[in-house]
C-alpha cells in the first residue's frame, strides 16, 4: 500500500516534521484584553502533535490592526 502524502515526514528548514499538516494560526476571540486566556493552552494542546507544525494565533501589531473584538495583541 503506498503511504499517504500528507501522512509522511518532510524536513522543513531545521524542523524534522512527521507529517505534513499543518494547523494554520487563527484567532479564536478569546484574548480578552489583548491576553490569550488559560483557554489558549488548552485549545492548542488538544490539537499539537509530536513532529508536527502549529501556528498558534494571530496577532494584531497595533491597538487599530484588530479586525474584530477579544483578538490577541501585542
Known sequence: MEPIPLMTPYKMGRFDLS???VLAPMTRSRSY????Q???VLYY???AS???FLISEATGVSNTAHGYKD???I
Open 38 to 40: 488559560p483557554e489558549a
Open 71 to 73: 483578538s490577541s495583541g
Open 45 to 47: 494542546s488538544q490539537r
Open 33 to 36: 484584553g489583548f491576553m490569550p
Open 50 to 52: 509530536e513532529g508536527g
Open 19 to 21: 507529517h505534513r499538516i
